[in-house]
Each structure stands twice: as C-alpha cells, then as structure tokens.
C-alpha cells in the first residue's frame, strides 16, 4: 500500500488549501484514512479522518474549519482546510489502516509522504 500526499503550499491567514492522499489499493473503502501534522520540535497529531464506515472524526482545534472526504473512483482522500491560522503550520502526513477509527500515530500501518502547509502573512 502507497500514499501520495499532496495540495501543500504558502498560505496567508483565513485562506484555504486542499490537501489530497492518493492511495495504490483495489478498494480504498476498506480502510481508514486519516491525517497527521507535525510542527517543528512537536510530536506527529492527528488531524482527522475518514473511516471506512463512512464517518468522519476530527481534532477540537480544526473541527467547524477542516473537511475530510473520499472519493471512492479515484481512491484518493480530501482534507479541505478552511479559515488557516499560523498554529496550522506543519507538515501533513495521510495514512491507512484496515479497520475502524484511530487518533493513535503507532495505530496507522501505512504513511505517505509529508506535504508542508505554512500560514503566514
């Protein structure tokens, strides 16, 4: 299983990016897809993610801002961030797992890349 992270940028503050994993398997809809960022000197957080249930979980700090999503035809998953604030700097990592719901980093099987995202004026 592969990742492929991408959509990462120079954003100002209140702007919007689209971050997009493709992933190399038959059916994405059998794993859970979720998304980390990590901050220079931070540990790796989780972010969110798409079960394969069809249900979405978020961190407090991103939740009314992110939007997590899945397109089964081209097994690729969304993040959609909205209203950027200089805290969400970070590189951002997608990963898979079979099963259901994980915030753990140690609970994902398969990691992308990272994109880098920065919030500045």
């Known amino acids: 299983v592969q990742l492929q992270a991408s959509g990462g940028g120079l954003v100002q503050p209140g702007g919007s990016l689209r971050l997009s994993c493709a992933i190399s398997?038959?059916?994405?809809?059998?794993?859970?897809v979720g998304w980390f960022r990590q901050a220079p000197g931070k540990e790796r957080a989780f972010v969110a993610s798409?079960?394969?249930?069809?249900?979405?979980y978020y961190a407090d700090s991103v939740k009314g801002r992110f939007t997590i999503s899945r397109d089964n035809a081209k097994n690729t998953v969304y993040l959609q961030m909205d209203s950027l604030k200089p805290e969400d700097t970070a590189a951002y990592y997608c990963?898979?797992?079979?099963?259901?719901?994980?915030?753990?980093?140690?609970?994902?099987?398969?990691w992308g890349q990272g994109t880098q995202v920065t919030v500045s004026s």
């Open positions: 398997v038959r059916t994405i809809s059998t794993y859970t």
């Open positions: 990963a898979a797992r079979r099963g259901g719901q994980q915030y753990l980093v140690s609970g994902y099987e398969y």
């Open positions: 798409f079960t394969w249930t069809n249900s979405a």
